[in-house]
């Protein structure tokens, strides 16, 4: 004989088992953290003295006086993410005072430059450029400091300071959505 709970009931409450999981939900997702993580010094220094190429395999750095909003791609990634995310900045661009640019870490080849420069665009056609981390055998890159394994993740610099942003605190639980909080962190940090 198979039992399921229906009703929880008691002289004052009445609850039936899926308002109860609701209750529950909101006060997990109420609770999500959703915030982003600011660097400390060191991590901060070493994301301004990393370098970044271009497609033309020109080097960048970033400048400690111009504020970025960072997409950062590996090869374990999410591909509807970044259409999310590149979504959420074609609404709000105008309204941010950045430079959106997405970092990639790939095999230092020209082939795979411009493959992946080809998928980017595709994939986040309102960024303002494309840069690339090369994964170099007994060097640390801004991916391994970080820490990253699963893509998108954001960084966002805001004057002069790094913040870092994983996966799991992008995007909604449900709706896959990047989170109000987030949002709001995001306005605050870069308006």
């Known amino acids: 004989m198979k039992r399921t709970i229906q009703h929880i009931q008691s002289p004052r409450l009445k609850f039936n088992f899926h308002s109860l999981m609701n209750i529950i939900l909101f006060l997990f997702v109420l609770n999500a953290k959703a915030e982003t993580d600011k660097l400390n010094k060191e991590s901060t220094k070493f994301v301004f003295n990393s370098s970044f190429y271009s497609q033309q395999n020109m080097p960048f750095l970033f400048s400690d006086t111009v504020n970025y909003f960072i997409v950062l791609k590996n090869n374990k990634n999410c591909q509807s993410c970044f259409t999310i995310v590149n979504d959420y900045i074609k609404n709000v661009k105008d309204s ?24 980017n665009k595709k994939l986040m056609p309102d960024f303002d450029g494309f840069f690339y981390q090369y994964k170099n055998p007994g060097s640390n890159n801004l991916f391994n400091m970080l820490e990253i394994n699963n893509t998108p993740e954001l ?4 004057n002069g300071e790094v913040f870092h942003v994983p996966y799991s605190d992008i995007f909604e639980y449900n709706t896959m959505d ?3 909080k987030l949002q709001q962190e995001i306005f605050k940090l870069l308006k």
């Open 96 to 119: 941010l005072h950045a430079h959106f640019i997405s970092i990639t870490l790939i095999d230092s080849t020209t082939l795979n430059r411009k493959i992946q420069e080809a998928a």
């Open 155 to 158: 960084l966002i610099i805001s």
């Open 178 to 180: 990047i989170q109000y």
